[in-house]
C-alpha cells in the first residue's frame, strides 16, 4: 500500500477506486499548486470573451477521467451528508442548525 493511497482514501468520499484515479491519472497531485491542479482536473473556470460579447466563466479541458471520478466521489459525500443530517434531525425532533464558521 502506497502512502499516497492512504492518505487519499482517509478523505470522506474518497475510496479505493478514486484513489487510484487520481494517482494514475494526476500524478502532479501533491506537486502543485491549488489552481494548477483544479485545472488539470478540469475544475477551474476559463474565462472566454469574444468581441463585445461579456465574459463567461466555465469548467473546460482538464482530464475527463479525474473530473468524473471526483463529481461521482463528491456527490456520495454531498448526498451521505444529507441523508446523515437529515436523520438526526427527525431522530432529536429539532430542525437544521447551520454550523457557524469563524
Same mark, same amino acid.
Given at each position: 500500500r502506497s !502512502?499516497? !493511497?492512504?492518505?487519499l482514501i482517509s478523505v470522506p468520499g474518497i $475510496? #479505493? !477506486? %478514486? &484513489?487510484? +484515479?487520481?494517482i494514475a491519472e494526476l500524478? #502532479?497531485? $501533491?506537486?502543485r499548486d491549488r489552481k494548477? +491542479? @483544479?485545472s488539470l482536473a478540469g475544475l477551474a473556470p476559463h474565462v472566454t470573451q469574444s468581441g463585445n460579447a461579456p465574459p463567461r466563466a466555465a469548467i473546460s479541458g482538464g482530464r475527463?477521467? %479525474?473530473r468524473a471520478a471526483l463529481y461521482m466521489s463528491a456527490? %456520495? @459525500?454531498? &448526498? !451521505?451528508r444529507m441523508l446523515v443530517t437529515a436523520n438526526a434531525m427527525l431522530k432529536t425532533k429539532s430542525p437544521y442548525k447551520p454550523a457557524i464558521v469563524a
Amino acid at each position: 500500500r502506497s !502512502r499516497a !493511497r492512504d492518505l487519499l482514501i482517509s478523505v470522506p468520499g474518497i $475510496g #479505493e !477506486r %478514486v &484513489a487510484a +484515479i487520481l494517482i494514475a491519472e494526476l500524478p #502532479e497531485l $501533491g506537486q502543485r499548486d491549488r489552481k494548477t +491542479i @483544479a485545472s488539470l482536473a478540469g475544475l477551474a473556470p476559463h474565462v472566454t470573451q469574444s468581441g463585445n460579447a461579456p465574459p463567461r466563466a466555465a469548467i473546460s479541458g482538464g482530464r475527463p477521467c %479525474v473530473r468524473a471520478a471526483l463529481y461521482m466521489s463528491a456527490l %456520495v @459525500a454531498v &448526498a !451521505r451528508r444529507m441523508l446523515v443530517t437529515a436523520n438526526a434531525m427527525l431522530k432529536t425532533k429539532s430542525p437544521y442548525k447551520p454550523a457557524i464558521v469563524a
